[in-house]
């Protein structure tokens, strides 16, 4: 087992190029090359110095990506029509407990209970349970989700949760940094642009065998004091993740989001719920995703760590294959074929009907950048995961949205 060290030190400060030099001479005696997972890791959730942690504000025109929901609430009001829809299908239990992963700046989530609370669901009837690694962001999400209601922002006694406050549709909210610690209770779970930042190893096919694509310090004329090597022999992500037949020369595995979709699968089993799993991604088919964003623009992984997001498509295929013992899936579906099964495009129609003419530029224009397939609308999937005692029933009443397109 190699020792892995990572690359901000003790003082979670990022590295500048002498202390970055020491540490190439410390790594080539005391340590290795550290996995694509660990540098993920470190990278963007140091607490500190992480891409999440810095306080910037990366999404939108100034920041480094837009998200759907950052580009039209009509992107929320489908997930909540959605969610409306489902939850009356599977008994409309109450309270309804909605859980978030990685809710960025809270939109989509602001823009859900909006629509619930036209129909009726808001206050006790609700709690929303937020898994959010960055603090930072996290008051980002408060102010969005609980504009002008007074908090009671304190940590929980237990210290489950690290923050708690009250919607504007009078809802309790939680912070959290991990899922179990999350009532077990029915849910539904939502998870949009989530997956893809989970962090990868990056296998390699060889004659020898698979090894492993690995991070080292790069002493040579390098541009950034970093650079990748193969494992010489097998690792412990080699032999986790390549039985059976893979017929791709390179494979990237994210063991988080395994034991994920593993702990999803148990609560929804155990407790009943439903989740929407929205990114971009494939099934099983691609190879080297591995990136990097700045500023709009693909950017080097290992340039400048701790400034770009770093992210890799989400292999559905696989999110599948940890489930498929307890519950059914839906999908993937295209985003735009979920979108315009919901009724989007009707939507779209009501709201140029009432909308004030400066404002149709900007509805058409969302509506196309969520929707065309050359823009967001086919790179983009919908996955829905359901307990597995409602299969037969789903397949008279396939989930909204999907239109029987289950396994
Ligand atoms: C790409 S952003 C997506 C934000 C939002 N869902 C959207 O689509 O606009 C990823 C989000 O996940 C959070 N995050 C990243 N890794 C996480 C982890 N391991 N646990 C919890 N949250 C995490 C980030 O802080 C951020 O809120």
């Not at 949009?192 to 390699?204: A, G, M, R």
């Not at 009724?343 to 004030?356: A, S, V």
């Not at 404002?359 to 397939?373: C, D, V």
Request: aromatic fraction near 10%; charge should be negative.
């Amino acid at each position: 087992m190699m020792r892995q060290l990572g690359w901000f030190g003790s003082t979670g400060k990022r590295l500048g190029v002498g202390q970055l030099q020491v540490l190439t001479r410390m790594t080539k005696r005391m340590a290795g090359p550290i996995t694509i997972h660990d540098y993920m890791k470190e990278v963007l959730i140091n607490p500190i110095s992480g891409y999440y942690s810095t306080g910037k504000d990366m999404f939108g025109a100034q920041g480094d990506y837009i998200t759907s929901p950052e580009i039209s609430p009509m992107f929320g009001e489908m997930v909540a029509i959605w969610i409306m829809s489902e939850w009356y299908k599977l008994g409309s239990p109450r309270p309804l407990q909605l859980v978030e992963f990685g809710p960025g700046r809270g939109t989509l989530m602001h823009d859900v209970l909006v629509v619930l609370k036209r129909f009726g669901l808001h206050g006790d009837d609700l709690s929303v349970q937020l898994i959010e690694v960055s603090e930072e962001l996290s008051v980002k999400q408060k102010n969005k989700l609980c504009d002008g209601v007074s908090s009671n922002e304190e940590q929980s006694e237990d210290e489950l949760y690290y923050k708690a406050s009250t919607t504007s549709t009078g809802s309790p909210v939680f912070w959290y940094r991990h899922l179990s610690l999350v009532p077990k209770t029915f849910t539904v779970y939502l998870a949009h642009e989530f997956f893809d930042v989970l962090p990868i190893h990056k296998l390699h096919k060889t004659k020898d065998g698979w090894r492993e694509i690995l991070i080292d310090m790069d002493e040579g004329n390098g541009p950034h004091h970093l650079r990748y090597v193969l494992s010489n022999n097998p690792t412990p992500a080699t032999k986790i993740f390549t039985e059976g037949e893979d017929t791709r020369e390179c494979i990237e595995v994210s063991p988080d989001a395994a034991v994920l979709c593993k702990e999803l699968a148990t609560r929804i089993e155990e407790d009943g719920g439903i989740a929407l799993i929205i990114d971009y991604g494939h099934n099983g088919v691609d190879t080297d995703t591995f990136r990097a964003f700045k500023n709009h623009k693909q950017h080097d992984p290992l340039c400048e760590p701790g400034t770009a997001d770093l992210t890799a498509d989400v292999d559905f295929d696989f999110l599948k294959k940890q489930v498929k013992e307890k519950l059914v899936t839906f999908g993937p579906v295209t985003q735009s074929s979920f979108l315009i099964n919901m009724g989007m495009e009707t939507r779209l129609h009501n709201l140029l009907k009432q909308c004030k003419p400066e404002e149709k530029k900007n509805l058409i224009s969302g509506f196309r950048m969520l929707t065309e397939p050359k823009q967001m609308g086919e790179k983009f999937k919908f996955l829905a995961f359901y307990p597995a005692v409602v299969k037969d029933f789903l397949l008279k009443f396939p989930p909204a949205g999907f239109i029987r397109n289950t396994d």
